[in-house]
């Protein structure tokens, strides 16, 4: 497989990359200077994409390789590949779904409580001193609050049980309602906001889905209301949501995932009702190498003739 041509979108993975390059002729897209001569010189000879979160395959790139047979991204989330047009070329996709889920999980309870519990700005108190001149204020509690989530696929699933270990009533909204769950289905999301008092937002990025938390929503939410992103950061109205956080008509956020990362607006870098995570939702070494095989695996079984592992298309 040797002189099969890959070429990796962006940096994501140490060892994905290392591996890559024993297997295939990998090429760093990112190290390349002059794209569009890259792409012209090696047109032929590229047969694999592989992206990620921040960069996949756009039907111009899809375009410019006439030889590509499949985009393996390191990532469950798809929106950074042209899949209507990955389709149209009888181009295979594979993501990395179920490895990152408990983590991903995981860390959504983890933006729950350190929001809800001021758990920053306690280890800033401690940091800084202020602890000796007085205790810290009175936070909020997390055992009991209703937790309404947008989206229950595996990721969402993963958070509602945990949330229900806080002894949370959980209710949720998807595009569909899910019957064998004893949740709670509201077929708006402004419904949604309006009956919960953490939102966390666990869907997919589509069309369907870009700014679903909006104006509306947030307002829906209240002063009172928390909201929790692990998703990416299109499904917020992103300066409805800072202006909403800087009025305090919303109670707080905890942010894993923004608009235009890696740029976070500053006015939110004040605030203490505000955790910002730097999208590390999956990022662990024991993940991030599990979804570095699954990308290895599939290339593998794609180009040896095999079933792929987790096909999208
Ligand atoms: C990664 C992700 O952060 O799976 C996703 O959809 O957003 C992530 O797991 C990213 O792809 C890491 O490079």
Redesign the pocket.
């Known amino acids: 497989m040797e002189s099969i041509g890959v070429l990796m979108a962006c940096p994501?993975?140490p060892y994905l990359e290392q591996e890559l390059d024993k297997r295939f002729t990998l090429h760093r897209f990112w190290k390349v200077p002059e794209k569009s001569t890259f792409l012209s010189t090696h047109s032929n000879s590229i047969r694999a994409v592989v992206g990620?979160?921040?960069a996949g395959a756009d039907a111009q790139l899809i375009e410019a390789l006439p030889k590509l047979e499949i985009v393996a991204?390191?990532?469950?989330?798809l929106d950074k590949i042209d899949l209507a047009k990955c389709k149209e070329k009888g181009i295979r996709v594979t993501?990395?779904p179920d490895v990152?889920t408990e983590d991903?999980a995981d860390l959504a309870i983890g933006l729950i409580l350190a929001v809800l519990r001021n758990l920053c700005e306690c280890d800033r108190y401690v940091r800084s001193g202020k602890w000796k001149k007085g205790s810290y204020m009175l936070t909020t509690k997390f055992t009991g609050k209703r937790v309404g989530i947008i989206g229950l696929g595996r990721i969402g699933m993963a958070i509602a049980k945990r949330a229900e270990a806080f002894s949370c009533p959980i209710s949720y909204h998807s595009r569909t309602e899910k019957p064998e769950t004893k949740y709670k289905y509201y077929p708006s999301v402004v419904e949604l906001a309006a009956n919960c008092d953490i939102l966390v937002i666990a869907c997919s990025l589509t069309e369907e889905t870009r700014h679903i938390v909006n104006r509306k929503v947030i307002d829906a939410l209240g002063a009172e209301g928390v909201l929790i992103n692990i998703g990416?950061g299109p499904h917020v109205d992103e300066p409805e949501l800072v202006s909403a956080l800087v009025e305090r008509r919303i109670g707080g956020a905890g942010l894993d995932?923004f608009e235009h990362e890696p740029e976070v607006p500053e006015e939110l870098f004040g605030l203490d009702n505000v955790v910002l995570l730097p999208?590390?939702?999956?990022?662990t070494v024991e993940t991030?190498k599990d979804?570095a095989d699954l990308v290895l695996g599939n290339l593998e079984a794609h180009f040896l003739k095999k079933p792929l592992l987790t096909p999208v298309i």
């Open positions: 994501m993975n990620n979160a921040f991204s390191f990532s469950v989330g993501n990395t990152l991903v990416r995932v999208h590390v939702g999956s990022g991030r979804m």
